[in-house]
């Protein structure tokens, strides 16, 4: 059974980085299982789903001092298009972080914008763990719903 927390701790946790992973699909697998704690299903996967994010929080802080490599994949146009998006809307973006394809890179801007921890940690968990609860309450209902 641990098993099972740590496989989706993992997803959860790559999910929430640039690797195109589905943590969506783990949670709801194990939920109907039927052999898991909802709660800890929900929190072991809020809780590495976040974490994931502070480690784009953390490479946000730090990309722009590789930005003159020939490596770095963002250009400084595209750059500082992320820069004035963040500046227009601010750190209520982070209520996004938990879209796909967008939250992601919203998290690395976090980073790059120089975003306080407390405050990211506060909007990113409240996003990640709605959507956690939303898909685990859905889940659960088309389950019990006959059909």
């Known amino acids: 059974m641990i098993a099972g927390y740590l ?3 993992f997803a959860a946790f790559g999910a929430a ?3 195109p992973l589905q943590s969506e699909a783990v949670l709801v697998g194990l939920l109907l299982s039927g052999h898991y704690s909802l709660w800890l299903l929900l929190g072991i996967a809020t809780l590495g789903n976040v974490l994931g994010s502070v480690v784009n929080w953390w490479l946000g802080r730090w ?3 590789f930005k003159t490599r020939r490596w770095f994949p963002v250009s ?3 750059l ?3 820069r004035n998006h963040y500046e227009r809307w601010g750190h209520w973006t ?4 938990w879209v796909p394809i967008i939250g992601d890179p919203l998290t690395l801007v976090a980073g790059v ?4 921890l407390w405050r990211f940690l506060l909007l990113v968990t409240l996003a990640k763990s709605v959507r956690y609860g939303v898909l685990a309450a859905v889940a659960l209902q088309w389950v019990l719903i006959p059909t």
Do not use: W, Y
């Open 7 to 9: 496989g989706l701790f």
């Open 17 to 19: 980085t640039l690797l």
């Open 63 to 65: 990309v722009e001092h």
């Open 76 to 78: 400084d146009k595209q």
């Open 80 to 82: 500082d298009k992320a």
């Open 94 to 97: 982070l209520l996004l972080s």
């Open 113 to 116: 914008m120089r975003e306080p």
